[in-house]
């Protein structure tokens, strides 16, 4: 089974960038579609973007869309999460995940392989 290992979370000033990673043992990450959520105290487990099997499919929740970006090599068998202009509202935990199937859900219920999360914390 593939397990899943995010690195790269840490504090951030407001505005800054973060690269977040996820590298995948037992599997490659090209053979399911990823995503990346989060989750801030006493919130829900939040979307923030996937990509589909294939690496050319990426979508975005709204809140993070033009400030996000994924990208997965698969020569590394990693993904990552590129993050700019953090704001306050951006500190969480962060996980990536990943599920069979050739397009990613926006739905954390669709995924049945976590990462143990990284932690975020833009500093204002």
């Known amino acids: 089974q593939v397990q899943l290992v995010e690195s790269g979370g840490g504090l951030v000033q407001v505005g800054g960038s973060l690269r977040l990673s996820c590298s995948a043992s037992?599997?490659?990450?090209?053979?399911?579609?990823t995503a990346w959520f989060r989750q801030a105290p006493g919130k829900e487990r939040e979307f923030v973007g996937g990509?589909?099997?294939?690496?050319?499919?990426?979508i975005y929740a709204d809140s993070v869309r033009g400030r996000f970006a994924i990208s997965r090599e698969d020569g590394k068998n990693m993904v990552f999460l590129l993050m700019h202009d953090l704001a306050p509202e951006d500190t969480a935990v962060y996980y990536c995940?990943?599920?069979?199937?050739?397009?990613?859900?926006?739905?954390?219920?669709?995924?049945?392989?976590w990462g143990q999360g990284t932690q975020v914390t833009v500093d204002s």
């Open positions: 995940a990943v599920r069979e199937g050739s397009y990613p859900s926006r739905s954390h219920r669709e995924y049945d392989r």
């Open positions: 037992g599997g490659t990450f090209s053979s399911y579609s």
């Open positions: 990509v589909g099997w294939s690496g050319g499919s990426t």
